[in-house]
């Protein structure tokens, strides 16, 4: 595989890792800023296009909050939905399979340099550990640590 196309898989994984950790410590849900201000929705799109199954896949942004840990640090939390779905569309629809993914990552945002950290990542609903290893492929994604541009705008 390609640095290029390498790039492209982790690449959504590592915003959404980003961004989902900048919402835990107050509790405070930035989903939707995070869907109006971001790509981080679309990279998770893109993903799912790649690797999820079915006529009806679907990959999404499921929840993304933010909590204060002190005057420095934020613990973020964050849930990606990756949507395998197959439907035969005629009089009776009928749903051959539908089988979500739940990818959930926590990690550390320190608010003075933007950095975030990542310290956990979970997969959920993985069928024979599917989506667990195209993670694993990607690298080690816990302990790494991505920069969020302008993260301040999420804290306020």
């Not at 679309?42 to 909590?67: A, S």
């Not at 002190?70 to 009089?91: P, T």
Request: hydrophobic share 40%.
């Amino acid at each position: 595989m390609t640095r290029s196309l390498k790039q492209l898989l982790v690449m959504p994984f590592l915003i959404m890792l980003s961004i989902l950790w900048l919402n835990a410590g107050f509790a405070k849900d930035i989903r939707d800023q995070v869907i109006n201000e971001t790509s981080l929705d679309e990279h998770i799109v893109i993903f799912c296009l790649q690797y999820c199954q079915g006529n009806e896949r679907k990959g999404y942004l499921k929840g993304l909050t933010i909590d204060r840990m002190d005057n420095s640090y934020y613990h973020v939390l964050g849930r990606a939905a990756l949507q395998n779905r197959h439907v035969i569309r005629s009089l009776d629809d009928f749903v051959i399979y539908d089988h979500t993914v739940i990818i959930k990552a926590s990690g550390r945002l320190n608010a003075t340099n933007c950095e975030l950290r990542i310290d956990n990542v979970i997969v959920e609903n993985d069928f024979q550990d599917i989506f667990t290893t195209l993670l694993q492929n990607q690298g080690n994604l816990i302990g790494r640590v991505e920069r969020i541009p302008n993260c301040r705008r999420f804290l306020e």
